[in-house]
């Protein structure tokens, strides 16, 4: 039976790393690949953000089982859900009327959500109760190519990559930068956690 605290941290971590998604979307100076995948399918047929998000990754759980011939893997839905009603929430309802022109404040706000992200992402791995469709999807692709892990991420993030900007999402610099230090920011959220533990703090 999953603990009450864990759950806790499990929505804690996903409100975290959306509100980091949200702030680097919001700057305005690149997203991360997948990221720029959902916002190009909402500037061209609408919806939200979050339910692109959540129509995405849930495809992921079923063309991840075909590739590896196995069994959907359904716990993955949990991460699915909430990452779209995070998203939705930060940008539908927090976010709503925020735009972000000056340089400055789009420098501040990307690399806040880059550091946001990773730390929810840290949070949220630690109970190790479930994989994400993308990182299901990267062991998928190496299984079924016979390629390394390492290798397989690279070819879908730079597959998503190229759909988003064929989409127009918001492709930039800052795509690169998410895709070599998110995780650089996951390593040291992990660190944080560890000496938080180590200081009695159980929830983590």
């Not at 997948?34 to 953000?49: N, R, S």
């Not at 190519?145 to 064929?166: P, V, W």
């Amino acid at each position: 039976m999953i603990k009450h605290t864990t759950v806790i941290q499990i929505i804690a971590g996903y409100l975290i790393l959306t509100l980091g998604v949200s702030l680097i979307i919001l700057s305005g100076l690149g997203a991360g690949a997948w990221d720029t995948v959902y916002v190009g399918l909402f500037k061209k047929f609408g919806l939200t953000i979050g339910t692109w998000s959540f129509l995405v990754t849930a495809s992921l759980i079923f063309l991840n089982a075909l590739l590896t011939w196995d069994k959907p893997q359904f716990k993955s839905f949990i991460g699915t859900v909430l990452t779209s009603l995070g998203i939705d929430f930060w940008m539908e309802l927090v976010f709503s009327s925020t735009v972000i022109t000056h340089f400055p404040i789009q420098i501040l706000s990307f690399f806040s959500g880059v550091i946001l992200l990773g730390f929810g992402v840290a949070i949220y791995i630690r109970p190790k109760l479930f994989s994400g469709p993308i990182d299901g999807l990267m062991i998928a692709t190496a299984k079924r190519l016979n390629i390394s892990i390492k290798n397989a991420r690279i070819l879908n993030e730079f597959l998503a990559l190229a759909i988003g900007y064929l989409l127009s999402g918001p492709v930039g610099l800052g795509t690169l930068f998410v895709a070599i230090f998110l995780g650089y920011t996951i390593q040291y959220g992990t660190v944080f956690l560890n000496r938080l533990k180590d200081k009695g703090l159980k929830i983590i």
